[in-house]
């Protein structure tokens, strides 16, 4: 008990912190303090959480950074790491469920919000599709093509198999981009016009086409692109 005590006050002063002032009244890295108290019993996780946000940036940056990038924080090891890989899949679930099953007019401002948080810290581009049905409610979306940092290979056919298949009346396209730069490139309007194409004989409309990066979001239809 004694290899403890140094750190139970400071501890217990911020757990009270988050439950009389709520998350919002922390930093960062007191959040992500308590998050790793559970991880890393025995040590004062201060300075490991801190290093970890001057290393990755942002709680979102530590969640997306890779086992092997984490371990290269003193304190952190696979296990810890493995844990602080929980993050983002917890924070995908809990804006995925604020989207899913509502009508994007209605919903707009938490579908991008979950596309932000699934795709905004990815190291690798990702393609994703997110399908509508025809009250333009997201009844699911599928990730149909991963790649390397700039690039991430679409086959048009999967794309209208995968809607065939969820009975989608309407899709919107998502891709991030690892650069940071969420400006779309000739290819993505390329690809986008392409896909927009093959699609209609089957009646399935293509919404919108997102792009995110790091710090905003592209919509091609905002842009005039589509």
């Given at each position: ?42 040590r ?42 929980l ?26 919000a ?14 994703r ?14 990730v ?26 309407a ?21 986008t ?25 592209a ?8």
């Amino acid at each position: 008990m004694t290899e403890l005590a140094p750190h139970t006050g400071h501890r217990d002063r911020l757990r009270e912190k988050l439950t009389s002032a709520g998350g919002m009244a922390l930093h960062d890295y007191e959040l992500l303090e308590l998050y790793l108290f559970r991880s890393i019993p025995r040590r004062d996780t201060k300075p490991i959480a801190k290093a970890l946000i001057a290393r990755f940036g942002d709680l979102g940056g530590v969640a997306g950074a890779e086992v092997r990038e984490l371990t290269t924080i003193k304190g952190v090891s696979e296990r810890v790491a493995a844990d602080l890989k929980l993050i983002q899949p917890l924070a995908e679930r809990l804006a995925r469920e604020q989207a899913i099953g509502r009508p994007v007019i209605t919903s707009w401002s938490a579908l991008v919000a979950y596309c932000r948080t699934a795709m905004q810290h990815a190291t690798t581009e990702q393609f994703r599709v997110l399908f509508l049905d025809r009250k333009n409610k997201l009844i699911a979306d599928q990730v149909l093509g991963e790649g390397t940092i700039d690039h991430a290979p679409v086959y048009p056919r999967e794309v209208v198999k995968a809607a065939l298949a969820h009975e989608a009346s309407a899709i919107i396209l998502v891709h991030n981009h690892p650069s940071g730069d969420a400006t779309p490139s000739q290819a993505d309007i390329e690809m986008t016009r392409t896909l927009m194409e093959i699609c209609k004989p089957f009646e399935i409309a293509v919404h919108d086409h997102l792009v995110i990066g790091r710090e905003n979001t592209a919509s091609f239809k905002t842009l005039g692109l589509m």
